[in-house]
């Protein structure tokens, strides 16, 4: 069901954006071309009329759309972990006791110079 909901919020947002770029503040924009800018026979009132009613319209349901696309969300009732939190709580957070002294590090690596002293 949500993938319907959206799927109109979608069509009725481009609707309602293809209307409002039709509009001319001015007066002028579709309306203008219908009776050749003058009011003749009603045409441009009309239209003016029907493009002002069809974004306040568009406008309402894409607002009822998006709050009832809310509804059909699934919920958890329980809520999940991020990754990040599962791993820190499987992290032991015990002192490290088993640290190698420095003669078994040396050990281990050879190649080490030692420091020098500044003198």
């Not at 050749?36 to 319209?57: E, I, M, P, Y």
Request: proline share 6%; glycine share 6%; no cysteine.
């Amino acid at each position: 069901m949500l993938v319907v909901v959206s799927a109109v919020i979608i069509l009725a947002s481009i609707v309602l954006i293809l209307i409002v770029l039709v509009q001319n503040p001015k007066g002028g924009g579709l309306s203008a071309s219908f009776g050749g800018g003058s009011n003749q026979f009603g045409g441009v009132a009309q239209t003016n009329k029907f493009l002002d009613k069809a974004t306040w319209t568009l406008a309402l349901a894409l607002l009822v759309f998006s709050i009832s696309a809310s509804m059909f969300l699934p919920r958890n009732t329980e809520l999940e972990k991020s990754r990040i939190q599962k791993e820190l709580s499987e992290i032991s957070t015990a002192p490290v006791t088993d640290l190698p002294t420095p003669e078994e590090v040396k050990a281990l690596n050879p190649d080490t110079k030692p420091e020098e002293k500044e003198k």
